[in-house]
């Protein structure tokens, strides 16, 4: 299949040497995507952070104004400057300061019901006795409270003490089994050492299916008729020497043609 017809297909063309045709007379084609897309070189506006203007600029002055500006609630950067802050911040900073000042309005102008509650109570305080204690029963219910809570303290510390304890005795009561299972595999594990009727040994034996003469179980298969055929051949000697006058082979030819 022809490949001709993409648009950045670039065929052959013919030169003027021999035998070829002059075809430089010929329009040339080219395609969009061959064209260069830029053309013109874009360079930094003013304003855009070129190296000249950060050089000029006192960026530890204008953070000192901005820093000024937002804490005394202006909103706006000084004219040295000559930018805004944004606009973001400085809706936050009116904000802050909106909200600031109706709280303040409403701290400032309390209800009359909070006043005249106030009041009473500093009136009913003041027509107290001073010599009449003013947290009896508050101290009495802390005290009680105190109690409860020494006592749950001390009782909580008794379980803990008990369960500890329990565990001890149950790892103390493990180590000793394992021991004494451990001692009697010894003492029982070789039939041999211990071989007296009426031991543990003898006793192990009976149960693993050993008598207590020691005396094995037969296998299911000792009364076969064909058992070790091969017992009674003559096993057949078989060593190699690295001599051709000392070998086998040798001395068989040598008896059977030479003497």
């Not at 904000?95 to 009359?112: F, I, M, Q, T, Y």
Request: aromatic share 4%; net charge neutral.
């Amino acid at each position: 299949m022809t490949t001709a017809a993409r648009p950045t297909f670039d065929p052959a063309r013919g030169g003027s040497g021999r035998g070829e045709k002059d075809l430089s007379a010929l329009s040339k084609q080219y395609s969009s995507r061959d064209l260069p897309g830029h053309t013109k070189l874009k360079y930094r506006e003013t304003g855009q952070g070129t190296s000249e203007e950060n050089r000029n600029r006192d960026f530890r002055k204008e953070l000192e104004e901005r820093e000024r500006d937002a804490r005394s609630g202006t909103g706006a950067t000084s004219s040295s400057s000559g930018k805004a802050l944004p606009s973001i911040v400085r809706k936050a900073i009116e904000a802050n300061n909106a909200g600031g000042g109706s709280s303040a309005a409403k701290r400032a102008k309390p209800d009359a019901g909070q006043q005249q509650t106030q009041q009473a109570a500093q009136q009913q305080a003041a027509n107290m006795d001073a010599d009449e204690p003013l947290d009896n029963d508050s101290s009495d219910s802390d005290s009680d409270s105190d109690d409860d809570d020494a006592a749950l303290l001390a009782e909580l510390q008794k379980i803990k003490q008990e369960r500890l304890q329990e565990t001890a005795r149950r790892e103390s009561e493990k180590k000793q089994e394992d021991e004494r299972i451990r001692m009697e595999n010894i003492l029982s594990g070789n039939p041999l050492m211990n071989y007296e009727p009426g031991t543990a040994a003898s006793a192990a034996g009976r149960a693993s299916g050993l008598g207590g003469d020691l005396k094995i179980k037969r296998r299911w298969d000792d009364d076969v008729v064909f058992k070790n055929c091969a017992r009674s051949a003559p096993d057949k000697k078989t060593h190699f020497v690295n001599d051709a006058l000392r070998s086998d082979f040798h001395k068989k030819f040598m008896d059977k043609y030479i003497k």
